[in-house]
């Protein structure tokens, strides 16, 4: 029976935290095949990523190209499952389940974003629990309280559904964990292999969270004059965790030194960690309104964003209270020598920790301090991992750990669990709006429609061919040329990636790779990217709708051409628009082989 007990004690805990799951964002996308909510804008963030990571993950799962990336969508580059922000290791388990378990040849609509938030966030729970619970020896219901905070904390809220695979915070936890339970030689080897793994198989932007707290960990064991080699082998078994599936997935499909950018711009400010401020307006300070005025730099900080939350800086405020009223000067500086090992950990994680995630750009609400120049090639390294301020994580939970741990070691055990209940009761209040937001933005159906099913002029044009290549890179409505591309099976050559590239470069090599047209193929343009026909032998053009003109190598018979020869730039702006578009074509007037329809 007493084995029985853990068992049913964690299954009721993981109930409590999924319940939190889904007051927060609600259920109704647990449904893995209704993928509309997928595909459309949201309010939250007004962002295309949502819908660019479901594209990349559906490209995959109906593409019949071999299993770990797919090709043909990003030419004349490659993807690869690692970075389309889906879960790889799910994306493949689900593709070889549908695929070749059950082999099934149709178009395939799955969708697993809120399972896996809702095991990220119970997983988030248990692992802070175990924690807090393993350093302090306290009651079961104070560790549950604390570790409530690890799950309503801003930093795991915000990125959730936006970048669903950023909630896997619990990695981040997970790598704390040497620091507090005994491990075996043997099963720290395998740990930190497992950790480098998943670390890639989940996202791979959590290896350098795993890395550097791993670091510290060896330093922590090279000071106390333990088994150095072996905590240096550590790494050997971090990095090769982390290659194994790095190779299989294809991880060097892309060109990442070439064409990651942003280190220097998603960064994290000095007020992060007070400062509720981020693009999304999701969150407004009601504990401590002032803080609604702070500014950021950028606002490309929105990815350095710490906010710790309202409930958690009264229980700071507290703890310095705490802190001078009990202890007296030379009592802090001698607990610190006693666990000078300790401390020297903590300050190395915070300090490096806040460093790359400031990007070596010290910056103070709207203000510019200091910039420490790094040499381009560590630049070009560092910005792989190109949305540096995310590392701030790794400092916010430590400040979570270090307060909570500090109030039930200091405050007495029939005191404490009123306390640390004000404290969230505060953290909850104080994030409300967002919550709030957050349910009524995801707890709802949504119709997805895309305008190319009805469109008659596309539908016409796309009979016979089997490639649509457009010239677009970022605008959202593209992702119906993606969506119908890859539900019609035929091939697509832009699918965006996930990171930006060198947009000249690109459209330079797609003008390049499509001198010479094909009939098979039907080519898309923007209106902002219409010089790029005349590098074409294109002649044969089709308004869609006001963002996208559909070229051809031969003359479409299912349409009356008009002849624009006598369009002038005084008619209306639809009609300049028009006569524009033919008149760049050859840079000449239009002569009856240079037609545009535009009856749709």
């Known amino acids: 029976m007493e084995k029985i007990k853990p068992f049913i004690f964690y299954i009721v805990l993981s109930f409590l935290y999924l319940f939190i799951f889904v007051l927060i964002y609600g259920a109704v996308n647990f449904d893995i095949h209704y993928t509309d909510w997928c595909l459309i804008k949201h309010s939250y963030t007004n962002s295309e990523d949502i819908s660019l990571n479901y594209l990349n993950f559906f490209a ?16 004349p580059y490659r993807g690869s499952l690692l970075y389309i922000d889906y879960v790889p290791f799910l994306a493949l388990i689900v593709k070889i389940f549908y695929r070749y378990i059950l082999n099934i040849n149709s178009v395939i609509n799955i969708q697993y974003a809120w399972y896996f938030g809702a095991f990220a966030f119970v997983i988030q729970g248990i692992l802070a629990y175990k924690i807090i619970k393993k350093i302090t020896n306290t009651k079961n219901i104070n560790a549950i309280i604390s570790s409530i905070f690890f799950v309503i904390a801003p930093v795991l809220i915000m990125r959730f559904p936006y970048h669903f695979t950023l909630c896997a915070q619990f990695l981040i936890l997970l790598s704390f964990y040497p620091f507090v339970f005994e491990f075996k030689k043997k099963q720290l080897f395998w740990f930190y292999f497992l950790l480098g793994f998943l ?9 350098p969270f795993i890395f550097i707290n791993l670091i510290a960990y060896i330093l922590y064991k090279t000071v106390r004059k333990e088994d150095i080699l072996f905590y240096f082998s550590l790494i050997l078994a971090l990095g090769t965790g982390a290659l194994i599936p790095f190779y299989i997935f294809h991880g060097n499909a892309l060109d990442l030194l070439s064409y990651g950018t942003g280190y220097s711009y998603f960064n994290a400010n000095l007020n992060t960690f007070i400062n509720p401020v981020n693009m999304y307006e999701l969150f ?32 700071i405020v507290f ?35 806040f460093l790359i995630a400031s990007s070596f750009k010290i910056t103070l609400g709207g203000n510019l301090l200091f910039q420490i120049e790094l040499p381009k090639t560590i630049e070009k390294l560092f910005a792989i991992f190109r949305t540096s301020g995310r590392l701030i994580w790794n400092d916010v939970y430590l400040i979570y750990f270090v307060i909570l741990i500090f109030l039930i070691k200091n405050i007495s055990r029939n005191k404490i669990t009123f306390i640390l209940l004000i404290g969230l009761c505060a953290q909850i209040y104080d994030l409300a709006p967002a919550f709030v937001k957050l349910n009524k933005e995801y707890n709802k ?56 590239v060198e947009y000249q470069k690109f459209y330079d090599n797609l003008a390049e790779k499509y001198k010479n047209i094909d009939e098979n193929i039907l080519y898309v343009f923007s209106k902002d990217d219409l010089n790029y026909i005349k590098k074409t032998n294109l002649k044969y053009c ?8 559909a070229c051809t190598k031969n003359e479409n018979k299912n349409f009356k051409n008009t002849d624009f020869k006598n369009v002038k730039n005084e008619t209306s702006s639809s009609e300049a628009y028009r006569y524009f578009l033919g008149y760049i074509i050859n840079n000449e007037e239009i002569d009856e082989a240079h037609k545009l329809n535009y009856r749709y």
């Open 199 to 207: 670390g890639v198989c989940i996202f791979i932007y959590f290896l």
């Open 319 to 353: 703890s310095f209270v705490i802190l001078f009223k009990k202890y007296k000067l030379n009592t802090i500086l001698e607990f610190i020598k006693k666990y000078k090992q300790e401390f020297c950990v903590f300050v190395f994680v915070f300090i490096i920790s």
């Open 445 to 500: 159906k949504v119709e997805y429609n895309n305008f190319l099913d009805n469109n008659k002029v596309f539908r016409n044009l796309i009979k016979g061919k089997n490639y649509i290549v457009i010239f677009n890179f970022y605008p959202f409505d593209y992702f119906d040329f993606a969506q119908y591309a890859i539900k019609n099976k035929l091939k697509i050559n832009n699918l965006q990636l996930s990171r930006d």
């Open 284 to 315: 407004q300070a009601k504990i401590f309104p002032f803080l609604n005025s702070l500014e950021l730099y950028t606002k490309d900080q929105n990815e350095g964003f710490g906010y710790l939350g309202g409930g958690v800086l009264l229980l």
């Open 542 to 549: 089709y308004f869609l709708n006001n963002d996208f003109i």
């Open 60 to 75: 995959f799962l109906n593409d019949f190209a071999p299993l770990p990336y797919y090709e043909n969508m990003i030419s």
